[in-house]
């Protein structure tokens, strides 16, 4: 879980949000409805929460800079199962995003600046798998607290059961995330998975914490 980069001038963003057309997903309806307002512009955006400071989204094309920014760095994706990537595979990583209604863009409202993601995996039983990564350089101002508060009590209105997180014990910043959003540690398994092999071709084999919020509602 971790962090993002580039910071758009503020006069341009003023003109953006003139040209910007948004649209909203309400899911509770069966099929989804799109709600448009704004003037007619060339950008659209398919907003799924807004919050103080964020506007939730899906992945559009412009995205490329701001997501090669943070997957590119090495701290960000040091506890990720892939190594930090070029710009042509950060390229393909995107048209992925774009396609899928999973992986959700948080953008920081007053600078149209896309900081980094959150994850909600549609799993069996009514249940998320939730994961998140963020720009570096947005680390410690409680941005993914933010996100994902949003979007757990979206999901949880929608009538999601359980979401849950998987992440390394070593990776404390994480954890404690998921604590402080009100998970709860379900269960500790030892040298479960591992994403490399060392010089030898060995295993380089990794425990992990399992982290679960149940909805009280449903």
Known sequence: MCGCGRITALNNSTNRDL????IFICKKE???RLLVYGACGMEN????AE????????YKKEDIQDLFEYLSDEEVVKYEPYKPQTFNETKENLEWRIGTDEMIAVELKNFHK???NVYMGKRDFEALEMGYVFNRNYWGHGYAAESCKALIAQAFSDGVHRIYAECDPNNKSSWKLLEALGFQREAHFRKNVYFWKDDAEQAIWKDTYVYAKLNDNA
């Open 51 to 58: 919050t103080e400071r964020l506007i939730l989204r899906r």
């Open 19 to 22: 040209e910007e057309t948004y």
């Open 45 to 48: 955006k398919i907003i799924i």
């Open 30 to 32: 069966t099929s989804q």
């Open 114 to 116: 896309m900081i980094g």
